[in-house]
T-cell receptor, first 112, second 116 residues
Framework: GDSVTQMEGPVTLSEEACLTINCTYTATGYPSLFWYVQYPGEGLQLLLKATKADDKGSNKGFEATYRKETTSFHLEKGSVQVSDSAVYFCALPGGSQGNLIFGKGTKLSVKP | DAGITQSPRHKVTETGTPVTLRCHQTENHRYMYWYRQDPGHGLRLIHYSYGVKDTDKGEVSDGYSVSRSKTEDFLLTLESATSSQTSVYFC???????????????FGPGTRLTVL
């Protein structure tokens, strides 16, 4: 079945460092791809999405490009802030149940 | 923010006791979901509902039951809690099946359940 694999953390960076969180997927066809973010003590919220190959999703300085050749959707940010400390989940639609299939999550901690 | 609340937000209970978690939405969305979040597993679907009284099982449904008697409420029941059900439980809603494809699935704040 469809699945998502993302790098596991935790990832600790200093403020203004570059961030890359790797995500690869296995799916039939070309599903939409998402990055969700979970700030401490909160539920998940959509960070960005891409609905077709070569699309680039972006939000809050984060970017991810849908690469069908490598079945990847890596999350990147050029300069992280302390406020970016959170858990990041790569996800895709789960099919007939209407749910999302999530990666295991990557915890990011940004130090001042 | 989507109007989704979960209650209780924290609960500690003992093995063998029944537990009910409540998800309440004010968005009138048709689809509702229960996920559990565990370290090293991400979020996994427990049960979902596609309308009042219409529910179905997800990936990890054993030991859980659900009910949806009103559009706004989706209850998750652990009939006899076990330590393996210690987890953080998230409710999510979506207006439509197509909405999920567009990333329009909204999550509640979560319930942290500890089974001793």
């Amino acid at each position: 079945g469809d699945s998502v694999t993302q790098m596991e953390g935790p990832v600790t960076l200093s403020e203004e460092a570059c961030l890359t969180i790797n995500c690869t997927y296995t799916a039939t066809g070309y599903p939409s791809l998402f990055w969700y973010v979970q700030y401490p003590g909160e539920g998940l919220q959509l960070l960005l999405k891409a609905t077709k190959a070569d699309d680039k999703g972006s939000n809050k300085g984060f970017e991810a490009t849908y690469r069908k050749e490598t079945t990847s959707f890596h999350l990147e940010k050029g300069s992280v802030q302390v406020s970016d400390s959170a858990v990041y989940f790569c996800a895709l639609p789960g099919g007939s149940q209407g749910n999302l299939i999530f990666g295991k999550g990557t915890k990011l901690s940004v130090k001042p | 923010d989507a109007g989704i609340t979960q209650s209780p937000r924290h609960k500690v209970t003992e093995t063998g006791t029944p537990v009910t978690l409540r998800c309440h939405q004010t968005e009138n969305h048709r689809y509702m979901y229960w996920y559990r979040q565990d370290p090293g597993h991400g979020l996994r679907l427990i049960h979902y509902s596609y309308g009042v009284k219409d529910t179905d099982k997800g990936e990890v449904s054993d030991g859980y039951s659900v009910s949806r008697s009103k559009t706004e409420d989706f209850l998750l029941t652990l009939e006899s809690a076990t330590s393996s059900q210690t987890s953080v439980y998230f409710c999510a809603i979506s207006e439509s099946f197509a909405g999920v494809v567009n990333g329009e699935q909204f999550f509640g704040p979560g319930t942290r359940l500890t089974v001793l």
